[in-house]
Structures are given as C-alpha cells and as structure tokens.
T-cell receptor, first 110, second 114 residues
Framework: AQSVSQHNHHVILSEAASLELGCNYS??????LFWYVQYPGQHLQLLLK??????LVKGIKGFEAEFIKSKFSFNLRKPSVQWSDTAEYFC????????FGAGTRLTVKP | DTGVSQDPRHKITKRGQNVTFRCDPI?????LYWYRQTLGQGPEFLTY????????KSRLLSDRFSAERPKGSFSTLEIQRTEQGDSAMYLC????????????FGSGTRLTVV
C-alpha cells in the first residue's frame, strides 16, 4: 500500500516569509497527490491536487506544489505566508483509497 | 446542505459502552470512507465502501468495529465495548471512484471514552 512522509512536524514562520513543506510518498504505480489544510476547529479542505500533466500545480490561496517523480516528492510552497495560513497541512496520496501523512503544523507569527 | 454530514458532532461514553456514528455523504458520490484522527496525527484509513459494498478494511479496524452502508447512501460506524484508546475524531469522506478526485470530508465525530 502507498505511504506518505511529512518530515516537518511543526514550522514557525513570520508573516511574508516563504514556505516550503516537504512530502515524500512511496508507491511504485500511478498515484494522485493532494494537499489538504485543516484550520483550527474546521474540517479538512482540499488545497490542490496533481494527477497528470504539468508537475507544477496551483491551488487556492496562493499555494502551489511541485511533483518530482524521480524523488517521489510533492512539496507544498507559498511565496509569502499570512497569519491566516496558520493551520495543519496534510499531504495525501491516492491509489484506490487515500493515505495521509502525519501532517505539518504551520504557525505564522504576525 | 450539499456537503458531507456526520452525526453526532461529539460523543462522550463510558468505557465498555457501544456507540454508533452516522455519515451522510454527498448524494452523487458512490464512494464513502471512514478515517480516524488522533491529536497531532494525520487521518488513518479505516474502511471504504463503493455503493453498499465494503471493499477494504484496515487492520486498525478490530473486531469491535463494524461499518455498514446498507442502501449505498448513508453509512454507520459502530464501536462495541469502547476502550479509552478509541478516543479520537472519526472522519467520514465521500468521492467519485476516479483517483484524480479528491475527497470531501465531513466535520467529524469526536469520541471521548471515559
């Protein structure tokens, strides 16, 4: 079965700093990749997804992610974070069902 | 409301009691998933249905857990003889079968076993 690793457990940034959250997956076949966000007290929401084509995908709220097949990676980026980006971010890979990483908690200081 | 609904939002139960949660998916979605999430962890896959058929069960789903989706619409997750280790957020999601679709999640049912 597929698995997902998120190496950063907690990231603390100041507003306007750039963000990159790492995600690596292990699965040899074709997968679809996702990033979800969970704001405090809210349910999981889809940020962006990759399934084919351009490996650089853009999502909501200025987030983007790059799929690098040779590295089995799907890192999430944002050029300039805002205080409102404080949340938990989950990388996920879907083959038949979806498997999630442990999540990265992002704290943005005003 | 066209989202995924879960009921109840919170459940506090005594150890040893049985509990049942309900999930109503988006009506057009024929896949329904159950996940469990504990503090500081990502959602852990429990089981999923395509229509009324349960296609996969995780090893996390012990004999005390059972899930049903009798008419291919709503689903129930029952935990028998609850233990303190069952305390978690139980999430339901639904989707189309195609792998390039993301899931739509419900708000979850928070279970506390005392």
């Amino acid at each position: 079965a597929q698995s997902v690793s998120q190496h950063n457990h907690h990231v603390i940034l100041s507003e306007a700093a750039s963000l990159e959250l790492g995600c690596n997956y292990s699965y040899g076949g074709t997968v679809n990749l996702f990033w979800y966000v969970q704001y405090p007290g809210q349910h999981l929401q889809l940020l962006l997804k990759y399934f084919s084509g351009d490996p650089l995908v853009k999502g909501i709220k200025g987030f983007e992610a790059e799929f690098i097949k040779s590295k089995f990676s799907f890192n999430l980026r944002k050029p300039s974070v805002q205080w409102s980006d404080t949340a938990e971010y989950f990388c996920a890979v879907r083959h038949n069902d979806m498997r999630f990483g442990a999540g990265t908690r992002l704290t943005v200081k005003p | 409301d066209t989202g995924v609904s879960q009921d109840p939002r919170h459940k506090i139960t005594k150890r040893g009691q049985n509990v049942t949660f309900r999930c109503d998916p988006i009506s057009e979605h024929n896949r329904l998933y159950w996940y469990r999430q504990t503090l500081g962890q990502g959602p852990e896959f429990l089981t999923y249905f395509q229509n009324e058929a349960q296609l996969e069960k995780s090893r996390l789903l012990s004999d005390r857990f059972s899930a049903e989706r009798p008419k291919g619409s709503f689903s129930t997750l029952e935990i028998q003889r609850t233990e303190q280790g069952d305390s978690a957020m139980y999430l339901c999601a639904s989707s189309f079968p195609r792998g390039d679709y993301g899931y739509t999640f419900g708000s979850g049912t928070r279970l506390t076993v005392v």
